[in-house]
Nanobody
Framework: QVQLVESGGGSVQAGGSLSLSCRAA????????MGWFRQAPGKARDFVAT????????YYADSVRGRFTITRNNAENTVYLQMNRLEPEDTGVYYC???????????WGLGTQVTVTS
């Protein structure tokens, strides 16, 4: 059974920081890319950031580049998202994602709420 569990969400004032974690259980994802998505109320789920297995490649949505940092710890089977200088527009439910190859499968956590007040 594959399970992804996000943690670290909460409420913070604009300009503040928050750190998210996502730990995977059931199998190792050390060979696969991991990332974060988010979904604001009434909006579609949107890409935030991804990190490759060799950590030689990271990519961020334009809206978060320079403010967010994605990292991973393969020994812990965990991916992190450090969020700095948060803005109200960052508010939403943040979901952890793992993309598994060669089966081209995606696994998702249940999400953690991030609320940024002005």
């Amino acid at each position: 059974q594959v399970q992804l569990v996000e943690s670290g969400g909460g409420s913070v004032q604009a300009g503040g920081s928050l750190s998210l974690s996502c730990r995977a259980a059931g199998r190792s994802f050390s060979s696969f890319a991991m990332g974060w998505f988010r979904q604001a109320p009434g909006k579609a789920r949107d890409f935030v950031a991804t990190v490759s297995t060799d950590r030689g490649y990271t990519y961020y949505a334009d809206s978060v580049r320079g403010r967010f940092t994605i990292t991973r710890n393969n020994a812990e089977n965990t991916v992190y998202l450090q969020m700095n200088r948060l803005e109200p527009e960052d508010t939403g439910v943040y979901y952890c994602n793992v993309h598994s190859d060669p089966e081209n499968a995606d696994y998702w956590g249940l999400g953690t709420q991030v609320t940024v007040t002005s």
